[in-house]
């Protein structure tokens, strides 16, 4: 296959940026989309050009480095991680769009890679079990529901890749701090922090500068894990319930 | 716990949901005030008067009016202020927006907003139309709401600014309880077939049980 | 004198396991080392490099102990290491099925899987310490698989005979490491932990023949500085991506362990790699990873090729008596279960002999056909669904109508820096813990046991051991950027990267990296002979030096620049990849990972020779291109008793 790219070009966190124009040729329709940037970089190399910085790592869509926005969808157009999506998705031809995610808390670093690390700090607010080495009980002296582990499982799946975010109108950070919040707070380990979990994560989700939900359910749709946007309606719970215990307190 | 909900935007989200509830629950009560006016005009002033005799005599004449009044207007300052607080947040989150634009529009979000606009600025001109009567088109006569509507709705004008808001409402209405369920933990998956129906039937009934009466006007079933 | 003239130095030992029954070392290794006062821990800094699933259990652990950690993980988040890959599960011996587990049942499966080339007294530790993980990451929140009582649900993995592997769904991985992250991200917002994320280290600091700190390159900025430390830990796990296609991650790489061996660590069975059976195979020469699929698979498909060499007819349309079902054949008894080696090399034997399919006929059948007609297609689906729709995500081959075309890919590193029991390098202060050291699996790992070993060394073993170091050097010099051995090492630093930008040549990166890594596959792969490790061994000295003469690395070092990253790891694989094949010339047996073609049995079967072999090999560093010193460390069977395994 034959194409053409347009990929945004920024030169680090405080240029312009803009997007650029290649060609690139002799594309396998089995090549995934990572491994057709890195033809189209291993050209620009040979050329003496700077070739386009992206994020990747496992390239097996569970580490979530990959983040890019492929003709306006997060992921491109399949519903997956980018390293999973494959150029038999592009006809022969086709002009591809390729940005990075787009949001004030994911400010970009270079090119396609942005800053994620708001998402750390959110899970450092509390997105945790206190448990220290060596003071955990016996496994099984709490048996956890089936179905409450599997709901937590279903959480806990999220792969922290932004996609959500970088789909949202609004820059919204809720399915991420959603998913992290069900998957501990149904967990009976969890519950000792159950209320400060929830409290502490969305009071820093809205200091990173992320924006509001507004329900329109993009997240969801965009999300390579399929974190349901209910997710969201679960933690809103939590987060009331909480505010009406802590103000008990 | 104030201070935590206003400072949270989740917080804000949920009073923008008890809000708009609340105006739901007085929108649905004022529809069904409004279908009086097809059993003709003393039925329909005999209910504006009851309006402001409700309580009595526990309450004094228009106690319960003005407390209604008062409730009301929290609300919607509640509900525009934290509404326009969320959607500063929301545009400061997402400054660039795409190059490659998806031809398909964020729909619940551009409605919700646009449509909030149209139905602030729609409650302001039905205050001064048929409250005060400031801007009413005829001679407002106080005491006389049958009449005052029915010169209202006699004006083309009046008609299309009064269906405009009525069908923004049943927009606004149809995504909003939707989403305040949601906002206020309510939603499932398991429920959420049957909270999109209720928004759904909600809607609906608020749009054309209001719009009734304009059309009443002017098939002349109502006169 | 060349590289393959090697001098067998003194031999190593380690010290630090205590004499006495084996179950009993690891109760009076912790009583005996000694221990860092509560309040005096604070004043104590330690650097972990890594964050995967020992360097994330370590930091968080150490900080919980009261240190002052400095930790450090190339990924933009060290919610990101490539432990999160990790499908299947991981071992413990619980015994929750009663069925006759136990703590020495767990210790003898180890020992003999890894084909008698590790030390007892690691692996009976590791065997305790399982049952203590489960417990560990069951509080921390980790979504285990659980049954309908409530209880955690257990299966069995790789040919072992006891239902052992607890799981979560086919992202066990995953599920532990984000276990440890959180407990890191507990440490690092209570400000026990300094992180630093996109940021590598390039080089050890070794003062007075102590390791004290590290030199690392911030990957946004291109800035190197030195960070300080009383004791640095090594987590970086394995060296698999020398192969240029593995099922490690784009960026995993071998340059923090390779630069810590430079400056005086012992590396130990660098030839020991894990080949595993079940991956998809490779498309073309685009192909940039290989993807790994559970070798649970195997319990039910059945893995064939053609009779016929170049038979290029569809699958459906060969009929069964013109199919090969090679391993039901070589294996009657074992069939398709034996262990990953041995299936791994059935694979590539039948693929030289021209009857691979596929394209480049690199790839057996894995056929479920079989099974679909006696469990039915749901059951198929139920068990295997997940799996089936990843082959088909990246194949675009329906496996429920075509078989399946698996092939063998690199898939992780037994071998690695050579540790004592407290897992110290020969470095003093210099610790190496998970895949990144050599310790536990000898020639071959059992499924399920690299999550194990990663928890285990980062949550409790080492949080023990490096206590018994610091205690005995309560007041180290403190070092600074002044110091003639750091100037020494930043310069070094510095300058490799300058001269990384100034070649300026014609050539790529990743075309080096591929050719080392087709070199290695080819000659240090599945199958390995003198003749062809020769070959090798004169080859990659070539290659570097036409690395050096035609490398083109773009942009600068003061900048966010990928391709520098990478060429700068290649440096380091031009070398190691030196050391592997030396390795694996120099052992002259069958064992585990490492097949010798003139070491087998009659019946082609991999033959081990104890009496000359029967040791774990730490090479010292001499120089680049230098013949490097062999030091043997011997290997004493006391409790599981070496045997030739068969499966036939």
């Known amino acids: 296959m034959k194409l053409t790219l347009r990929v945004w070009r920024q030169r680090d966190a405080d240029a312009e940026g803009a997007m650029s124009p290649y060609e690139v040729d002799g594309i396998s329709s089995d090549m995934s989309f990572l491994e057709m940037l890195d033809v189209l970089n291993e050209q620009l190399i040979l050329a ?4 386009v910085a992206f994020d990747h790592d496992c390239r097996e869509g569970i580490c979530g480095a990959c983040s890019l926005v492929i003709n306006g969808d997060a992921h491109g157009p399949e519903r997956t991680t980018t390293c999973q999506l494959h150029m038999r998705s592009f006809k022969d031809g086709d002009t591809i769009d390729i940005e990075p995610w787009r949001a004030a808390a994911f400010p970009v670093i270079k090119d396609l890679v942005v800053d994620r690390s708001a998402f750390d700090r959110i899970i450092q607010a509390g997105g945790y079990i206190t448990a220290p080495t060596g003071a955990a009980p016996e496994a099984h002296a709490t048996p956890v529901p089936k179905p409450d582990a599997d709901f937590a499982f279903e959480h806990a799946e999220c792969i922290g890749c932004g996609a959500c975010v970088a789909a949202c109108p609004n820059g919204a950070a809720m399915l991420f701090t959603s998913a992290k919040v069900n998957h501990l707070n149904v967990l009976p380990q969890g519950a000792p922090e159950r209320e400060t979990r929830v409290l502490d994560m969305v009071a820093q989700m809205d200091e990173e500068g992320f924006g509001g939900c507004t329900l329109a359910g993009e997240c969801a749709t965009a999300c390579p894990k399929g974190i349901p946007l209910v997710s969201i309606t679960s933690m809103n719970k939590e987060w009331l319930r909480a505010t009406r215990k802590v103000a008990k307190r | 716990m104030a201070r935590t909900v206003w400072d949270s935007s989740v917080g804000k989200k949920t009073v923008m949901a008890v809000s708009g509830l609340i105006m739901l629950l007085y929108l649905v009560v004022h529809m069904i005030g409004n279908l009086k006016i097809f059993f003709g005009a003393g039925e329909f002033n005999h209910y504006a008067h009851w309006l402001r005799t409700i309580g009595e ?51 619940a979000t551009r409605t919700m ?49 009064y269906i405009v808001a009525m069908l923004a409402l049943g927009l606004h209405v149809r995504h909003g309880f939707w989403s305040a369920a949601q906002t206020l933990g309510a939603g499932s998956r398991t429920r959420d077939r049957a909270l999109k129906t209720v928004a759904n039937v909600l809607a609906l009934l608020l749009t054309a049980g209001f719009i009734a009466v304009p059309v009443g006007v002017m098939t002349g079933v109502v006169s | 004198m060349t590289y393959t003239d090697y001098v067998t130095g003194e031999p190593v030992a380690d010290t630090k396991a205590p004499a006495g029954p084996v179950a009993e070392r690891w109760d009076k290794r912790r009583f005996e080392a000694k221990l860092v006062n509560p309040a005096n821990r604070r004043k104590h800094t330690v650097i972990v490099v890594g964050t995967g699933l020992a360097g994330g259990s370590a930091g968080a652990t150490l900080a919980e102990q009261g240190y002052h950690v400095v930790q450090f993980c190339y990924q933009d988040s060290p919610r990101r290491a490539h432990s999160i890959a990790a499908q299947g599960g991981i071992n413990a011996a619980k015994n929750y099925r009663n069925d006759g587990d136990s703590v020495h049942r767990l210790f003898y499966d180890t020992v003999k899987g890894g084909d008698f080339r590790a030390r007892e007294s690691n692996v009976h530790r590791l065997a305790q310490i399982s049952v203590e993980i489960i417990d560990q990451c069951v509080a921390q929140g980790v979504p285990f698989a659980r049954e309908y009582g409530g209880l955690l649900d257990t299966r069995s993995f790789g040919g072992v005979q006891v239902s052992r592997t607890f799981y979560a769904r086919g992202q066990t991985g995953q599920q532990l490491l984000l276990g440890a992250y959180q407990a890191l ?73 390779w630069r810590a061996h430079r400056r005086g660590a012992y590396f130990a069975n660098p030839c020991f790699t894990q080949i595993h059976p079940t991956c998809i195979p490779r498309t ?38 013109e199919r090969d079902y090679y391993l039901e054949r070589i294996y009657p008894s074992f069939g398709n279960l034996v262990p990953r080696d041995i299936a791994s090399r059935a694979a590539k034997n039948v693929c030289d002999e021209g009857r691979g399919v596929g394209p480049g006929g690199q790839g057996v059948y894995l056929d479920f056909a079989d099974a679909i007609r006696r469990m039915g297609r749901k059951a198929v689906e139920a068990k ?108 070094e630093t510095e300058d490799r990267l300058n001269l990384l930008l100034s070649v300026d040549g014609d050539r790529t990166p990743d075309s080096f990296h591929r050719e080392v890594g087709e070199l290695l596959w080819e000659f240090c792969g599945m199958a390995r002979t003198d003749a062809g490790l020769r070959k090798a061994l004169e080859r990659i000295p070539q290659i570097r030096e036409e690395f050096w003469r035609r490398i083109k690395v773009p942009g600068t070092g003061e900048e966010f620049n990928q391709s520098l990253e990478k060429a700068n790891r290649i440096v380091d694989y031009l070398e190691l990849a030196e050391l592997m094949c030396l390795d694996a010339l120099h052992r002259a047996e ?33 120089g680049t291109g230098e013949a490097p010193t062999l030091h043997k460390e011997d290997l004493v069977f006391e409790y599981v008793h070496p045997t030739q395994r068969s499966y036939a």
Request: charge should be negative; hydrophobic fraction near 40%.
């Open chain 1, 48 to 51: 003496g050009e700077d070739p």
């Open chain 2, 57 to 107: 005599p526990f309450m004094h004449y228009e106690w319960t009016l003005w407390l209604i009044r008062v409730v009301l207007v929290v609300a919607v300052v509640a509900h525009a202020v934290s509404a326009y607080q969320l959607s500063r947040r929301d545009i400061r989150a997402r400054p660039s927006k795409y190059v490659h634009r998806k031809p398909k529009v964020t729909y």
């Open chain 2, 113 to 161: 907003r646009w449509g909030g606009i149209i139905l602030g600025l729609f409650i302001v001109w039905h205050i001064l139309d048929l409250t005060t009567g400031t801007v009413h088109s005829g001679g407002f006569q106080p005491g006389h709401p049958y009449q005052n509507v029915v010169d209202t709705f006699s004006t083309w004008y009046g008609d299309v600014i």
């Open chain 3, 185 to 257: 991200s507990r440490q690092i917002a209570a400000g026990n932990v300094e992180m630093h994320p996109r940021t590598e280290m390039l080089d050890l600091i070794v003062v007075d023949g102590r390791a004290r700190g590290i030199v690392a390159r911030d990957l946004i900025t291109g800035k190197i500085s030195t960070y300080f430390a009383d004791a640095v830990v090594l987590a970086s796990g394995g060296y698999g991506n020398v192969f240029y296609l593995s099922t490690n991650a784009m960026n995993s790489n071998a340059t923090a362990i």
């Open chain 3, 284 to 321: 073309g020469d685009h192909q940039s990873k290989l993807t790994l699929m559970s070798e649970s698979l195997r319990n039910d498909g059945r893995i064939w090729v053609p009779k016929a060499k170049g038979d290029d007819r569809p699958p459906n349309r060969i009929p069964e008596d």
């Open chain 3, 384 to 491: 295997y669904g997940n799996l089936f729709d990843m082959y088909q995500r990246i194949t675009d081959e329906d496996p429920y109508e075509v078989p399946m075309r698996i092939y063998p890919a690199v898939h992780y590193t037994m071998g690695g820096l050579w540790v004592d029991y407290d897992l110290q390098t020969t470095i003093p202060g210099l610790f190496a813990i998970g895949e990144a050291n050599f310790s536990d699996h000898g020639a071959n790992r059992l499924g399920a046991s690299a999550l194990m070993q990663g928890l285990a060394d980062g949550y409790f073993v080492l949080p023990a051991t490096i206590n018994d170091y610091l205690a005995r050097n309560p007041h180290q010099e403190p070092v600074t950027d002044r110091h003639p051995v750091v100037q020494e090492a930043l310069a």
């Open chain 3, 590 to 622: 069958s064992c585990g990972g490492h097949f010798r073609e003139e070491s087998q049995t009659p019946d082609g079967e991999a033959a081990r020779r104890d009496d000359e072999f029967a040791y774990a090999a730490a090479w010292e560093f001499t």
